[in-house]
């Protein structure tokens, strides 16, 4: 489920974690070759990616039971 990401934190091994309007948090890794998301580790990045959309897995697995 498309969810807009409302805020971003660091977790304790200091990956970044999106913070969902639907209250949930998803990391948000750049592991390339398999995940390319190098804004992440830029703050201007980040900021541009306030109020985008994200697949909240959560919302997902808890709307199919
Ligand atoms: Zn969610």
């Given amino acids: 489920m498309e969810k807009k990401i ?10 970044w974690v999106a913070e969902l309007e639907c209250g949930h948090n998803q990391h948000v890794r750049h592991r390339p ?3 390319i ?5 830029d703050e201007e ?4 990616r306030l109020g985008t959309l994200l697949n909240c897995v ?3 697995s808890e ?3």
Avoid: A
């Fill in 6 to 15: 409302s805020g971003f934190h660091q977790d304790e091994e200091s990956f």
């Fill in 33 to 35: 070759p398999l995940i």
């Fill in 37 to 41: 998301r190098p804004w992440v580790n």
């Fill in 45 to 48: 990045g980040r900021k541009e």
């Fill in 58 to 60: 959560v919302c997902d």
């Fill in 63 to 65: 709307s199919t039971g």
